[in-house]
């Protein structure tokens, strides 16, 4: 089956400078993967998604990374802004068949004006 | 458009009391699903749904139940309520299966549950 892991629970990042997020997933019998941000409160949304075919996918500040010998995603967010603060989430297809999405333990994410 | 609409955002229950998440989307989505989400757990997958009439289990699916219909509604329903059910639930639905790219979950606000 698969599984996802983000090892780092939380992170703090000064306004301006990169936030990197990191995510580890282990099956990769599927090749598409996805960021989500949550904010108190409310659900969480889409924020960027990644095919296999690519090792890098670019929106405005957001780019994600793809290192599938690896089996590794990273979220980089440049410039950080305090709005940026919020539970940012990957996730990936589970591991024997469509309709399952799995997504790992989340990171914090806190920028400091 | 509404998008993904719960109710009720928050309900208390007693042990072995039972109870329905409701959940509808506007969007025409065939795939629909239920979360929770549980401190340092992340969001596990309890049910889903790829068309009307189709259900399958996820990863966390004892103590629930679920049926799908109709393409816009995908209630959950607690048996008998315990306090491991304490969480936030979500539903979320996509165009296309998760895995895809048409597979973007929109996601609804949530419901908190609490089980004494």
């Known amino acids: 089956d698969q599984q996802v892991k983000q090892n780092s629970p939380s992170l703090s990042v000064q306004e301006g400078r990169i936030s990197i997020l990191n995510c580890d997933y282990t099956?990769?019998?599927?090749?598409?993967f996805l960021w989500y941000k949550k904010y108190p409160a409310e659900g969480p949304t889409f924020l960027i998604s990644i095919s296999s075919i690519k090792d890098k996918n670019e929106d405005g500040r957001f780019t994600v990374f793809l290192n599938k010998s690896a089996k590794h995603l990273s979220l980089h967010i440049v410039p950080s802004q305090p709005g940026d603060s919020a539970v940012y989430f990957c996730a990936a297809p589970g591991g024997t068949s469509y309709g399952k999405l799995t997504f790992g333990q989340g990171t914090i994410l806190t920028v400091h004006p | 458009n509404a998008g993904v609409t719960q109710t009720p955002k928050f309900q208390v229950l007693k042990t072995g009391q039972s109870m329905t998440l409701q959940c509808a989307q506007d969007m025409n989505h065939e795939y629909m699903s239920w979360y929770r989400q549980d401190p340092g757990m992340g969001l596990r997958l309890i049910h889903y749904?790829?068309?009307?009439?189709?259900?399958d289990q996820g990863e966390v699916p004892n103590g629930y139940n679920v049926s799908r219909s109709t393409t816009e509604d995908f209630p959950l329903r607690l048996l008998s309520a315990a306090p491991s059910q304490t969480s936030v639930y979500f539903c979320a639905s996509s165009y296309d299966t998760p895995g895809t790219g048409n597979g973007e979950l929109f996601f609804g606000e949530g419901s908190r549950l609490t089980v004494l």
């Open positions: 749904s790829v068309g009307a009439g189709i259900t």
């Open positions: 099956n990769s019998m599927f090749d598409y």
